[in-house]
């Protein structure tokens, strides 16, 4: 028997016999019944500790009616903008409008809202006044507590106010959304429901919380960028469900937002069974008239094989998110999952991937963190690997061996990032030798981000020397293994701690290496990072030092053309650059010029 899709209409749940769901979930994205997708297994989850779930994907916003397709839900809505902060998903980071969309039926864009998850929730609201709305996804994760925004320029407050919702789950929620449901379902009203790890409320009484630590409150975070920064700060310290305090946060006298400690790491048998769970593994057929969901592409030859990272990279929101404790699924439950894969029509031989937010983290940092937690002031990498880490692609290795060996598959990638400082620290060289003789394509893409030294400060990422040895290592290794194959680096333009200064040590070392970037990621402020902190208040949290921020566009448009000094339209940014920066050295015609001077042109 094929797997059915969750019901989408009325003729859905007549088909089921159903008279009333138990849940409504209302999603930005369109509906892709696949693991990857947080709507797909929050609804997944629900049904298989028997509770009737519904979708209502990518509902018209302009009134309320597409919210009552489903009928009034019997326990809650549950709201999520989708797998993008939908700002993310509409702005690129010069805040032009985008004009595609990767998770709408065939690329289409506007089909959801800005700040959909607010949108949703108060529409929801008008629907059915009496109907519990609970918010989860990543739009919601990171816009928990206040939060600078980075579209407005301003510190918004956290969009459990502003969505008017009763309940928020942050993180991947699987674990939050099934106790909340038992809660429902047993009799208590959702205002009860204070209790649950991974989840934000509101109360009126902060002396109700037990043991709470009270933030800065709005007024201060929200008008003084040192304490947004000290905010923030607290926040990062509290990431970890061992360790972290509940946290409140004050916005008048009778308004509080509370955050609970993250929900428990999943166990690895918690983590199979969610991916056995019976998706479709697509996208609805409502969606094959407009070529289906591109989002789908990339991933649904994909393998999932771990969650969290403990690489701590400044810009990124997962220490948020998906916390820094990995946890892994079963090599067993991977490989059961790739030979499914393999009796797919449309399966040509090829595993896209096979990891998570790192490829090659598998194994928790430490035997430490299982009864501490992780270092609530120190990184597991930066600023060089901690002692007590350990460094082992053993379990990988043979993860990937056994997927290689599977009839059927022809080749298995690696794309979901390298940690080249991790891998350095493991005294065996299988899994590197093995990672270049099977799973790259020509090409491997690292993500050193920059060289200068004040900006991976800032970054959280390893010293350029450590880029510098990596490269070495996998060029000898290739040539052992008799092949030609090319590192291509990932790298970032305007991070805090970036002057024209840095950007043109970066230019220096591009041209030294012979690398011609094609692309250059601007940094992009988005919700709950460190970096993002920086920008907004130019301190870093960490220590409270003076941070230098470019926000000028014109200045950071030189120093992405620095980055890619050889197009010849970038060279009157580059000119510029150079003269003010003071570095009219690096004009002219000898090798370690960046650009030759050209003759002025008459107007």
Not at 151 to 172: P, T
Not at 272 to 296: M, N, Q, R, W
Not at 544 to 561: G, I, S
Request: one cysteine or more; aromatic letters at 10%.
């Amino acid at each position: 028997m094929t797997n059915e899709f969750l019901p989408i209409n009325k003729e859905d749940l007549l088909k089921r016999n159903i008279a009333q769901l138990d849940f409504v979930i209302i999603s930005g994205d369109a509906y892709v019944d696949h693991p990857s997708f947080g709507a797909a297994i929050i609804g997944r989850v629900l049904e298989s500790q028997g509770f009737s779930v519904g979708i209502i994907p990518q509902p018209s916003w302009e009134s309320a009616d597409d919210f009552k397709l489903l009928g009034k839900p019997k326990y809650a809505f549950l709201i999520t903008g989708g797998n993008i902060d939908s700002m993310v998903n509409h702005y690129t980071v010069s805040k032009k409008r985008r004009h595609d969309d990767s998770y709408s039926p065939g690329g289409q864009g506007h089909k959801r809202p800005d700040r959909a998850t607010i949108v949703y929730a108060n529409r929801a609201k008008e629907a059915y006044k009496d109907v519990p709305i609970i918010l989860g996804g990543i739009e919601a994760s990171l816009r928990r507590l206040a939060h600078y925004d980075y579209w407005d320029n301003k510190v918004r407050r956290s969009i459990l106010l502003d969505s008017k919702a009763d309940l928020l789950v942050y993180g991947m929620g699987e674990k939050q959304i099934v106790e909340i449901a038992e809660g429902l379902k047993s009799g208590l009203l959702i205002e009860h429901l204070t209790y649950i790890k991974g989840t934000v409320f509101k109360t009126s009484d902060p002396s109700s919380v037990y043991q709470g630590k009270f933030l800065p409150s709005f007024k201060d975070v929200s008008s003084d960028k040192s304490a947004y920064a000290k905010s923030f700060k607290l926040q990062y310290r509290n990431t970890d469900p061992i360790s972290a305090d509940t946290l409140i946060e004050q916005y008048n006298k009778n308004t509080y937002v509370v955050q609970n400690p993250p929900a428990p790491p999943m166990t690895t048998d918690e983590l199979d069974s969610i991916y056995l769970l019976p998706f479709t593994k697509t996208c609805h057929p409502i969606y094959e008239k407009d070529g289906g969901v591109p989002a789908i592409k990339e991933v649904k030859f994909s393998l999932v094989s771990s969650r969290g990272c403990f690489g701590g990279c400044s810009f990124c929101a997962l220490t948020f998110h998906q916390g820094r404790i990995i946890q892994n699924r079963s090599k067993e439950a991977i490989v059961n999952e790739a030979k499914a894969m393999v009796g797919m029509s449309d399966f040509k031989g090829y595993i896209h991937d096979v990891g998570g937010p790192t490829a090659n983290f598998r194994k928790q940092a430490c035997q430490k963190q299982t009864k501490h937690g992780v270092c609530t002031d120190k990184q597991c990498l930066y600023p060089k690997p901690c002692k007590n880490l350990k460094a082992s692609h053993s379990d990988y290795s043979e993860l990937l061996k056994e997927l290689r060996d599977i009839q059927g598959v022809k080749k298995v990638f690696i794309r979901s990032g390298i940690r080249y400082d991790y891998l350095l620290k493991d005294t065996d060289d299988t899994f590197f030798k093995e990672l270049c003789e099977h799973h790259v394509s020509g090409q491997l893409k690292v993500a050193p981000e920059h060289i200068s030294p004040k900006v991976l400060s800032k970054m959280g990422k390893p010293k350029r020397e450590v880029y510098e040895k990596f490269a070495d290592k996998f060029y000898k290794v290739n040539r052992q293994i008799g092949k030609e194959q090319y590192l291509v680096p990932y790298l970032m333009s305007s991070h805090p701690g970036s002057d024209l200064d840095a950007a043109i040590e970066l230019a220096e070392y591009l041209r030294d290496i012979g690398h011609t970037p094609e692309q250059v990621q601007d940094f992009y402020p988005t919700p709950g990072t460190l970096s993002t902190c920086m920008y907004y208040t130019e301190i870093d949290p960490r220590t409270m030092d003076e941070v230098y921020v470019p926000k000028a566009p014109h200045e950071k448009a030189m120093q992405r053309a620095l980055i890619q000094y050889k197009n010849p339209k970038n060279y009157h940014l580059v000119l510029k650059a150079l003269k003010k920066a003071n570095r009219t050295d690096l004009i002219g015609f000898h090798k370690k010029a960046l650009i030759k001077p050209r003759k002025p042109v008459k107007l």
